[in-house]
């Protein structure tokens, strides 16, 4: 790097910070999964699996809470009927769009053949079983369309680009994740302005053509604990899911301050969020269809989370990023990911820094505020975890006043750094 960029950068303080904690309604399942042991019980569930026949489970690659639990107690409760269940990966073009890769997303988050006691079997191969009115081809994995019966099993929330009564939860899954890359990239072909329509059509469509019984769908709190969970048969999921959104808009987190100068991200990744950090959560979109959450001036991405291998997506909505995460990029893994959604502005690679210190310090110098001291700066570890964060002496007053925050470190304190310039902590 430039030695003139590293002078100017030099004399910009980093403002001194305090950690807070934000409350938000804490209220969980103590036993989600005794909870689905309970609602696959009831009609409309696994009274529809019969003797004998071959079970896809399509799980899916976010992080859902409680996932190896919730998948194992399905397949637990599919065997005792009777019947024979393989796992589907449910993914549209993650695990990089291969096969195996797709399997290795499962395997990190639990779901495996040992511990399920259920082979995966994992494709990329689609084919073709309708087109909607308006030409689009609807997709779905081969090996699913080869069973007898289809469960499905996702979290219900907000979508990150754009707004409908149903964005992100079952339907989705059917839709993008059972069409795997090829779905996907055809439910993205006209753009995010049209999703909200094109999800629930092609989904509705899907569970007509395919033998989809029911789906299990979860609701997390603001502290990414499962809060609910439902098993929904097919012909009420989109009335449900409806609801179910409703649910979840209302226990998301949030950055409880509206007007941010820096906002530091320590991680983004895909275990975290489809556009690696949430936009809900950091008010940054990657398109225009939705809207929402705090306005930040400036916003800073540290690293990228192991469990992304290298897709970087989300890195192009900062505007500053540090080397380290650079040097981690798979720049195909994450090209591919904006040529599936035709969303490429989040794949570009923001303006780059050698360190921590400096992308940060490069954040505060461009913020626009008169005083750097004045900053208004907030630092998160990721967008999922938001009990706890930093803010600078900016925002204290306005921390102190509000209700569902405590202060938990009076005295002010400043970020360490290593020789290489990297937060020690």
Known sequence: MSDMIRDMLRPIPIPPVVRIKQKFDPSKLDDPVGALREELKKPGAIDRIRPGQRVAVAVGSRGVANIAGLTKATIDAIKAAGAEPFIVPCMGSHGGATAEGQAEVLRHLGVDEASMGAPIESSMEVVQIDRLANGLPVYVDKIASTADAIVVIN???????????????????????????????????????????????????????LPIVFGVATV??????????????????????????????????????????????????????GDGMDPNVTGRYPTPYASG?????????????????????????????????ADKMDFTATYLNGLTSTVCAPTKLATTLESDELAIKAAVKTCNVLDFAACRLVRIKDTLHLGEIEISEALIEEARNHPDIEI??????HWTFDSEGYLTK
């Open 155 to 209: 979290r219900v929330k907000p979508h990150t680009a754009f707004r409908g009564p149903i964005e992100s939860g079952i339907m989705k899954m059917i839709a993008i994740g059972l069409g795997k890359q090829k779905g996907a990239e055809a439910c993205h072909q006209l753009g995010f302005k049209y999703m909200a329509e094109f999800v629930p059509e092609m989904a509705t469509l899907m569970m007509k053509k």
């Open 220 to 273: 997390e709190n603001a502290y990414d604990e499962t809060c609910h969970v439902e098993v929904l048969p097919a012909e009420r999921v989109h009335e449900r899911e409806i609801e179910l959104q409703k649910m979840a808009k209302s226990r998301m987190p949030k950055l409880l301050f509206d007007q941010i100068d820096v906002l530091v991200i320590d991680y983004i990744g895909k275990n975290i969020s």
């Open 293 to 325: 959450g705090p306005d930040v001036n400036k916003m800073v991405v540290l690293d990228v989370t192991k469990e992304s291998k290298g897709n970087a997506n989300g890195v192009g909505t900062a505007d500053f990023t540090t080397r380290r995460l």
């Open 408 to 413: 938990v470190s009076e005295a002010p304190y």
